[in-house]
């Protein structure tokens, strides 16, 4: 568990799927800087907690949302991602201006820019990331579904990356992002290297252990 | 008093009123980051020291100022931060680009760029200030009252990344901010979380506790 | 000297005026993160070293020629504030977009974007100087002129934040700067508060006992 | 190989030529916090490795190209410079906006975004970058030739901040770069102080022995 603190810290919360019907979900009230097993809980597909006394964050229904429309996810990510989500707040759609970004050119925006507390809010949610692994929440913030959290972290950390060289690129001028062809280039070239999302993992485990946090 | 310290580097100077007629105010020369009972003045809504033989700081009139006019009143923080000043140098009223920027939409600003010292400039202070929690002072800083430290410490840094995100924003392009509509849904949903000023509280302590300031 | 080592990390060199005709600085290949009273030479005002045998800095004429023509001048500053030095590569003189930033509206610009070498490069920049506390240099640097160290640390760390704000809010659209007028209001208001730069000069060295550097 | 780990994680992989046909380059899973003696590879200008079984970076033929094709060049730097690699996504060459970037005015950038993988990409980067000591690669990073360590160390600092100036810059209206005239000017103002690399190099020695790293 301890692990996760520093994810979790970083992208709001995570949850994890451990059963076709159930997922881990750290309470509303745990601080992400100190989170301990006691802190989480076991939560059902309609958002009801199983296990555990204390409530469960106001928004479990981004993760219910997304485990009962995408039964091959395992693991969701809910942050607030500063940089990215600009692209919801301006009139044009994320683009690539990092050779990593070519996989979120486009992402979809979710319109609702409020807290998604109904099983209605959640289903929509899951509609607008449809078959994607990212979406963006107006306003508000990002969804991530994956297979493992070490691919959560890398999205979010390439998705951040990828907006911030996009605000600062504007700055200088007429932008030439990523083309379709090149995206097409890039998915083959990054399908080779699917080592990246445990290589980037164990870096940021071996920087968080310098810091002592580990 | 040590909890108040990691507060007070972050916004300037903060008081708090302890009686209808009095409020607690640090010194002016007190370091904000190593400030002790012994740096703490109780002053009277004229803005005169009761007890403590130290100065008060310049601008006590700001505080006093609030104080006199809004009785309700029962925290006010002065600050100087960066990018929500920038809001009183353009030709433009402060927007929301992120959800939780809805209730800084058109946050007034005052005109009169000086320190404020006299019991004139603080009612003036007051006046542009209003029924609002915050207003700005043009090329200066903010003022925020509130009823706990927690809130103002809140919104210090809710208004700050929210000013952040548009500064950003705008250079990616026509910005599409949050509407009065969406600042209604955004009111009604975020009056939910009573919770949220306790929990932002909680989790800055947890990282000032982990770097050893706590 | 222990003092001056942080500042000097933060502002390239500096120096400091002994007696009319001469002057300390520290060695052209100090460390500025690791000084100690050896790395210090006492220099005359031709920029010749007197006392301490290893090379001065390559730049020690910018320091020299203002002791030159100035001699009310005690210690002088050079560094590469990054934001500041914008200001010398636009088509517009500084301007103040934070209400300390009054007194580096329009902020003289030097033309040679290369080292300060010779006697007559440092009479030049002496010229550019004029009566002013600091000036820019093409591309390059500051060169603040000042009575003490703790002056040359508020004047570098208000001009760079200054700038800071005006790049910042530029991206939001049409500017509103200080105005003369607003400049003459905030001289006469600073002009009260002569215990500043001591108080943020004591702020600053808290931080860094806190920090374990002193 | 202690004091190389700083800059592998400042600068992705580095690599050091040992003999006219063969260098040294980390493996591809070491992470840059924590490299060691067992983690340096002996490769040839092939890209095969001839000492250590674990596999070399995806992209080695980046280094191998550019040692095959400049048998001058002693050590080789790849990374991805946020700010430089902008230079690659919009319709403008790097200028330079600080005096020390005149040496980086018109940077060639490669037009390849995917991994360099084979001897044939190698090649082309090692077409791209010519007689210069550095170049571009589309959307992704910067490769650096030179001849020590502390060269490449020196180019990638100042590369990327004279291209975080021009973003900020940017951002405050039309810009005054430095002129062909100036930068013969700073050329000749340069080559005076080829103690510089080494200055920086110790500096950030010193500063990463007071952060406890050395």
């Known amino acids: 568990m301890m692990v996760m603190a520093e994810l979790l810290d970083y992208s709001g919360h995570l949850s994890a799927r451990i059963a076709p019907d159930r997922f881990l979900i750290p309470t509303r009230d745990a601080s992400r800087a100190g989170i301990t097993a006691d802190d989480i809980l076991i939560v059902d597909l309609d958002g009801k907690v199983l296990e555990g006394n204390r409530p469960c964050p106001t928004e479990t229904q981004i993760h219910a949302g997304v485990y009962r429309a995408r039964p091959d996810v395992k693991v969701v990510g809910h942050g607030h991602p500063p940089m990215s989500v600009l692209f919801t707040m301006v009139d044009r759609p994320m683009i690539a201006i990092r050779n990593f970004g070519y996989r979120f050119i486009g992402t979809p925006v979710h319109p609702d820019p409020t807290h998604i507390r109904t099983r209605e809010q959640g289903d929509a949610v899951a509609r607008t990331l449809g ?20 691919e959560v972290f890398l999205d979010s950390l390439e998705m951040e990356e990828n907006a911030r060289s996009a605000v600062h690129a504007a700055s200088l001028g007429p932008l030439k992002p990523i083309t379709p062809g090149e995206a097409e280039q890039l998915k083959a070239s990054y399908a080779k290297n699917d080592y990246r999302a445990v290589k980037i993992w164990e870096h940021y485990q071996e920087k968080a252990r310098l810091a002592g946090l580990l």
Chains 1, 2, 3, 4 share one sequence.
Do not use: D, E, F
């Open 131 to 150: 078959q994607c692994s990212c979406c963006l929440l107006r306003g508000h913030g990002s969804v991530i579904a994956a297979n493992s959290v070490a």
